[in-house]
Nanobody, 125 residues
Framework: QVQLVESGGGLVQAGGSLRLSCAAS????????MGWFRQAPGKEREFVAG????????YYGNSVKGRFTISRDNAKNTVDLQMNSLKPEDTAVYYC??????????????????WGQGTQVTVSS
């Protein structure tokens, strides 16, 4: 069992930055791939970024490539999402997710085993 708690959301102006953090419980955090997803009102949950259990492989959704960076610290059981050059279209609830280690990092929400409660990010124009 893994419990995930996100933090760091808030209101920011377009062009600004935010850093989201996800704290995971359990001693086997290193055995999980981690992902960040987002969901805006009336839209499906969207893949934002994913990172392998070791941190050696990272993946990004097309809409955030070059602006967002995912990282993890297995000693601290945390995974972060640094968001730069934020746009109003980045406004959404952001969720952290965990997937038991497999041969690849999942890009689909349905493949993840555990989810956090989400944190709101609002980007004003």
């Amino acid at each position: 069992q893994v419990q995930l708690v996100e933090s760091g959301g808030g209101l920011v102006q377009a062009g600004g930055s935010l850093r989201l953090s996800c704290a995971a419980s359990g001693r086997t955090f290193g055995g999980y791939h981690m992902g960040w997803f987002r969901q805006a009102p009336g839209k499906e949950r969207e893949f934002v970024a994913g990172i392998s259990w070791s941190g050696g492989d990272t993946y990004y959704g097309n809409s955030v490539k070059g602006r967002f960076t995912i990282s993890r610290d297995n000693a601290k059981n945390t995974v972060d999402l640094q968001m730069n050059s934020l746009k109003p279209e980045d406004t959404a609830v952001y969720y952290c997710a965990a997937k038991r280690m497999m041969w690849r990092v999942p890009l689909q929400a349905a493949e993840y085993d555990y989810w956090g409660q989400g944190t709101q990010v609002t980007v004003s124009s």
